[in-house]
T-cell receptor, first 115, second 111 residues
Framework: DAGITQSPRYKITETGRQVTLMCHQTWSHSYMFWYRQDLGHGLRLIYY???????DKGEVPDGYVVSRSKTENFPLTLESATRSQTSVYFC??????????????FGEGSRLTVL | DAKTTQPNSMESNEEEPVHLPCNHSTISGTDYIHWYRQLPSQGPEYVIH???SNVNNRMASLAIAEDRKSSTLILHRATLRDAAVYYC????????????FGTGTRLQVTL
């Protein structure tokens, strides 16, 4: 099906482990984003990408690594997970070439628990 | 970044109109006003956006003050499915990083 998909939807890991959250979109959108949402808070931008091989930091990038070798994929890696990274992670994409549009399409989220 | 201010929560009866306010007194001339909503256990979804003129679509209407320092999202007939958190966001098309979510307004809809 067309759209934006995240995997895994649920993940439990331990402190210090590496975790990768996957995001895949089928629209060939230029822009992709990773947000995290903590209980009772709005979404905070972690990283974003304007195109393949172009990434930039958002508000809360520390402890996260991203890559974008292909337009359709934007994985988010926690190299050494900490309890403070327990959160719901949302991936989003946006059309437009060269500049973003404000219409983002979000995935269903990945709920990560770090013990 | 220009900030927005929204009430933490609002209540509405089903099938009545709902007016969700948003203040953005430091808005710049190039900022678009976007609204998103987030249903329980789902990712946010785009609702509507505008720059200066009022806008209508199948989901809602957006009324923008003449000085652009405030806006109102209007749901013409609220249903139980409209219960969600509504985010008012200022978006500058020059850079993607400006799409910053606040804490939004939690809308409760009752029978």
């Amino acid at each position: 099906d067309a759209g934006i998909t995240q995997s895994p939807r649920y993940k439990i890991t331990e402190t210090g482990r590496q975790v990768t959250l996957m995001c895949h979109q089928t629209w060939s959108h230029s822009y992709m984003f990773w947000y995290r949402q903590d209980l009772g808070h709005g979404l905070r931008l972690i990283y974003y990408s304007a195109a393949a091989d172009i990434t930039d930091k958002g508000e809360v990038p520390d402890g996260y690594v991203v890559s974008r070798s292909k337009t359709e994929n934007f994985p988010l890696t926690l190299e050494s997970a900490t309890r403070s990274q327990t959160s719901v992670y949302f991936c989003a994409s946006s059309g437009g070439t060269g500049r973003a549009t404000g219409e983002l399409f979000f995935g269903e989220g990945s709920r990560l628990t770090v013990l | 970044d220009a900030k927005t201010t929204q009430p933490n929560s609002m209540e509405s009866n089903e099938e009545e109109p709902v007016h969700l306010p948003c203040n953005h007194s430091t808005i710049s001339g190039t900022d678009y006003i976007h609204w998103y909503r987030q249903l329980p256990s789902q990712g946010p979804e785009y609702v509507i956006h505008g720059l200066t003129s009022n806008v209508n679509n199948r989901m809602a209407s957006l009324a923008i003050a003449e000085d652009r320092k405030s806006s109102t999202l209007i749901l013409h007939r609220a249903t139980l499915r409209d219960a969600a958190v509504y985010y008012c966001i200022l978006f500058y098309t020059g850079t993607a990083s400006k799409l910053t979510f606040g804490t939004g307004t939690r809308l409760q809809v009752t029978l």
